[in-house]
């Protein structure tokens, strides 16, 4: 019904009408005239005698290139940006039943989730309003909600009730939407409740202040010094003062002063010179004499010889890939001495065993694994070997978001800012690759080419793929 054509670096679509009086002419002048935001305008040519619609398929992306993989905040808001034309098509006298359901024909925004479908003015070409179920039905199967994982199953239970439809399904979003982006807030208490609290308050401040004063007797009674007979010392009774006394000094010298006077010794410090370590306060006979010990049994480094015995040896082993011959150095094009040698990275398998993970020349003819070698680059720093897993049948190739987590199949780092989260994919095909620019930003170069958003490129190998934006780029070469 549909057919993609490409032509001059623009992408549409186009669809032949083989009897005038099978368009829906109404339908006609509302797309041509007041085309709302959710729909593709068409453009009406003649072609030989026979009537051809054109739609342009820009801004955004083919829905069969979105990822499956979501938070639930962002399938609901793509699901509800979905569902919500099939609501609003009555405001232009439209028929909802005319819509496109097909993942290559409905676009995604690039920087935000809006929808916009292709609409068939045709009276012969309509979906059932069973079609349209079993459409967002097989949606919903398709995608994987990351941080809730039963939420699909709550949908699939409102869409297949005997009484569904697209709008149940869409209050159904709408409130969970409402729920989780605004938590509901606690009722305002009466002002009746308050007054009670404050006069309470209020009443009750005499007696607080009366076991406050309480409480503070005591403690200044317990603060006053009581008066103590002369020649002794406080807290010891005056006939035991003197052999007290004694006691103290004769243990102070032989085992050291449990409890050395502060202020002392930061003045004793201050006063000996910083070549010499002081000497420490209250060490006594015993102590002195089991330092002295321990200086002449203990080296200064023990603790690092200590260490250095704990630690075990690193071996230094030579990883495989080194014993590959290395390809020749791809030199300067402007003539200068700067070569960028490429090389072949391993991938380091859990039981440590460190064989790579390249596979021989014979079995790069299934095309699953893609290997792109980087050529140049500026203003950025970029592996040199990029190896890509196809055996799911497709990768993206973007880069990670400003909190490091990743939004492709294979992702730069987040500070290759001029290459987008999702830029490319590539497909195998045959015995060679096609390669898509998925609505980036910057554009896509293939071998001098620049790539059309949305519409699949042939890759073969010695193709480079350049991605520029100013004076940043980067240049890949498929091995």
Request: net charge negative.
């Amino acid at each position: 019904m549909l057919t993609d054509v490409s032509d001059a670096n623009k992408s549409y679509t186009k669809l032949e009408v083989a009897e005038k009086s099978d368009l829906d002419l109404i339908a006609v002048k509302v797309l041509r005239k007041d085309c709302p935001d959710f729909l593709f305008p068409l453009k009406m040519m003649e072609i030989d005698g026979e009537t051809e619609i054109r739609y342009e398929l820009t801004d955004g992306v083919r829905f069969c290139y979105m990822p499956t993989q979501m938070k639930k905040r962002e399938f609901i808001e793509l699901l509800t940006n979905l569902i919500q034309p099939f609501k609003a098509c009555s405001d232009w006298f439209l028929d909802y039943h005319n819509f496109v359901l097909d993942e290559n024909y409905i676009l995604v925004g690039k920087n935000e989730q809006s929808v916009k479908y292709i609409y068939v003015p045709t009276k012969s070409q309509t979906n059932s309003d069973q079609e349209i179920i079993s459409f967002f039905a097989g949606l919903i199967l398709k995608m994987d909600i990351k941080d809730d994982q039963s939420y699909t199953v709550d949908l699939l239970r409102v869409i297949k009730s005997s009484n569904a439809n697209l709008m149940t399904l869409l209050e159904h979003l709408q409130k969970d939407h409402v729920e989780k982006k605004a938590a509901p807030l606690a009722p305002p208490k009466p002002a009746e409740d308050h007054m009670k609290k404050i006069v309470s308050f209020v009443q009750d401040i005499p007696e607080k202040m009366a076991e406050k004063k309480e409480k503070q007797e005591p403690v200044k009674a317990e603060k006053k010094t009581p008066v103590r007979e002369q020649g002794t010392r406080p807290g010891i009774s005056s006939g035991a003062y003197g052999k007290s006394d004694e006691e103290n000094r004769l243990i102070n010298n032989l085992f050291g002063d449990d409890e050395p006077d502060k202020k002392k010794d930061r003045k004793k410090k201050e006063k000996q010179p910083k070549e010499k370590a002081p000497k420490e306060k209250g060490a006594g006979l015993f102590g002195f004499l089991k330092g002295k010990k321990k200086e002449e049994e203990e080296p200064e480094d023990l603790l690092a010889g200590f260490k250095k015995a704990a630690e075990p040896e690193k071996v230094q082993s030579t990883p495989k890939w080194e014993s590959v011959p290395t390809p020749a150095p791809v030199s300067d094009p402007a003539g200068g001495e700067d070569t960028v040698e490429a090389y072949r990275s391993y991938v380091q398998e859990e039981d440590g065993d460190d064989s790579t993970a390249i596979a021989g020349d014979g079995e790069l003819d299934d095309n699953r694994v893609i290997r792109l070698r980087l050529e140049d680059c500026a203003g950025c720093t970029c592996p040199k070997f990029i190896e890509i897993d196809l055996r799911k049948g497709h990768a993206t190739i973007g880069r990670m978001d400003k909190n490091g987590e990743p939004c492709s199949d294979y992702n730069f780092d987040a500070a290759v800012s001029f290459v987008s989260r999702r830029h490319f994919r590539i497909e195998p095909s045959g015995n060679e690759w096609q390669i898509i620019d998925i609505g980036s930003s910057n554009g896509t170069i293939v071998s001098g080419e620049n790539l059309t958003p949305n519409m699949p490129h042939t890759l073969k190998r010695n193709d480079t793929i350049m991605i520029v934006c100013k004076k940043r780029f980067m240049i890949y070469r498929v091995c």
